[in-house]
Each structure stands twice: as structure tokens, then as C-alpha cells.
């Protein structure tokens, strides 16, 4: 019997967080051990942030409900839900959600998303 070309993943991983953010990864290094890309499903609570960071890999975020901002490189982005946005590797970015909602949405980075790379600044 041949290898098997596909991976059937049938729950995703969760994300141990301490900020009320969910993370469900799909596919990534901690899901389905792809380093190529990763795929996690995100809700970020209503006044929610992150550190800056400088990930070494593309991120590209679609909203599906709620609207997310993000600080890339000293310029300020809001996303809405069915928009999305491609930050490349490299750039200095703060992810937050400041507004009453819960912001839904989905991430895909390549290289897959990993710790050691997403170089988050102690704040």
C-alpha cells in the first residue's frame, strides 16, 4: 500500500492562550506537523491585543465577523467582515480588537505559523 496524500485532521489543535483568544489551528507545524503553511480559526474577545510583533512569514487574515485593526509599520488598518489583508514577512505588526465585538476570522501563514518565528516584543 502506498503512502496516503492527504492528512485528515479531525479536530483542530487549540492553542493554550491566557487573553480570552481562541485559536484553533487546522493545518500548521502543532495540527498536522506542515511546515509549508498553516490554516487556524480565531476569535479575538471584544478589547483584545497583542505585543508587536515581527513574524518572518506572510500572514493573510479574512474577517468573518466583527472587525479587527492592525498597526503595520506605523500605518493603521481595520478590517470588516468578507475583507481581507496580506501582511508580508518583516513587517512590525499589532493585531488588536477595540471594539465592543467579538472579531471572527481566519489566518493562513507561509511559512506555517511557529513560535520561534512570529518574534513578539515583550511589552
Avoid at 503512502?3 to 485528515?8: D, I, M
Wanted: proline share 8%.
Amino acid at each position: 500500500m502506498s503512502e496516503k496524500r492527504y492528512v485528515l485532521n479531525p479536530a483542530p489543535f487549540v492553542v493554550p492562550t491566557t487573553d480570552g483568544k481562541l485559536i484553533e489551528e487546522h493545518v500548521g507545524g502543532a495540527s498536522t506537523g506542515t511546515a509549508a503553511y498553516s490554516l487556524a480559526h480565531m476569535v479575538a474577545p471584544p478589547h483584545w491585543s497583542e505585543p508587536h510583533q515581527t513574524p518572518s512569514f506572510d500572514e493573510i487574515t479574512i474577517v468573518v465577523r466583527g472587525r479587527k485593526r492592525f498597526e503595520i509599520d506605523g500605518d493603521v488598518v481595520e478590517l470588516q467582515a468578507g475583507q481581507a489583508l496580506l501582511i508580508k514577512g518583516g513587517a512590525r505588526v499589532r493585531y488588536s480588537n477595540p471594539f465592543d465585538a467579538e472579531c471572527e476570522y481566519w489566518s493562513v501563514c507561509v511559512p506555517a505559523f511557529s513560535p520561534a518565528t512570529v518574534n513578539r516584543e515583550e511589552e
